[in-house]
Structure formats: structure tokens, C-alpha cells
């Protein structure tokens, strides 16, 4: 899964995104901050990119 802007409307990183990083983390996925070409607004270039941890034994 991919999330994209990681900003709010004024440009600010959401101040949920460290939460939502750990949550997936410890939950099992691989997740990566990545920028990427399009910028939505000033500095926000960024997504949030989640993958199913292969080795992990979550939803087996």
C-alpha cells in the first residue's frame, strides 16, 4: 500500500505518521518512507510505503 501526501493542507508532516510507522512496524509490515517525483505541495514529496513482511507468520 502506498499513502501519499505524508502533509497536511499547511504543509506540515502529519502528526500521526511516527504512530502509524510503528504500529505497521510492530504489527509485521515493512515500512518505508520514499520520496518520489510528484511534490503535492511545497516539501511534500513523500510516501509512506507498506509491504507484507514475507517472513513474518501475521494473517497465516
Known amino acids: 500500500m502506498r499513502i ?7 504543509g506540515e508532516l502529519s502528526p500521526y505518521l511516527e504512530t ?3 504500529d505497521l512496524s510492530i504489527a509485521g509490515f ?3 518512507v520514499e ?3 510528484y511534490e503535492f505541495r511545497k ?3 513523500q510516501m509512506l510505503k507498506i509491504q507484507r513482511n514475507l ?4 494473517g497465516n
Open 20 to 22: 502509524v510507522i510503528a
Open 43 to 45: 516539501g511534500g514529496n
Open 30 to 32: 515493512d515500512v518505508q
Open 4 to 10: 501519499f501526501p505524508l502533509i497536511n493542507l499547511k
Open 35 to 37: 520520496s518520489v517525483d
Open 55 to 58: 517472513s513474518s507468520n501475521w
